[in-house]
Nanobody, 121 residues
Framework: VQLVESGGGLVQAGGFLRLSCAASGRTFSDYSMAWFRQAPGQEREFVGGISWNFITTLYADSVKGRFTISRDNAENTVFLRMNSLKSEDTAVYYC???????????????WGQGTQVTVSS
């Protein structure tokens, strides 16, 4: 699976962004999808994920209630709507595809190149 993220950018605190991740190469609906992020000098961390059948979503506590993950299997795309952005949300955001929906980076076999999100305070 090839994954390409888009939608990152510079936004003021309190604003919103919607990230997209377009998949190609294999059957998108076979995979759980997730978003991770990595800030400079920090480890990559789980942000949110959605199961292949839409039934289950998971979120990091730090984004719960502000971020929403969704997917469109017909368009082979997963989205991350980010509201009420904070300066601490500044990071490179990565899209990932895997078999099981977990919070662990090791569960995901395919990764995008990332898109930068910068929140100014």
């Amino acid at each position: 699976v090839q994954l390409v993220e888009s939608g990152g950018g510079l936004v003021q605190a309190g604003g919103f962004l919607r990230l997209s991740c377009a998949a190609s190469g294999r059957t998108f609906s076979d995979y759980s999808m997730a978003w991770f992020r990595q800030a400079p000098g920090q480890e990559r961390e789980f942000v949110g994920g959605i199961s292949w059948n839409f039934i289950t979503t998971l979120y990091a506590d730090s984004v719960k209630g502000r971020f929403t993950i969704s997917r469109d299997n017909a368009e082979n795309t997963v989205f991350l709507r980010m509201n009420s952005l904070k300066s601490e949300d500044t990071a490179v955001y990565y899209c990932a595809a895997g078999g099981r929906l977990t919070r662990a980076t090791g569960s995901y076999m395919f990764w995008g190149q990332g898109t930068q999100v910068t929140v100014s305070s």
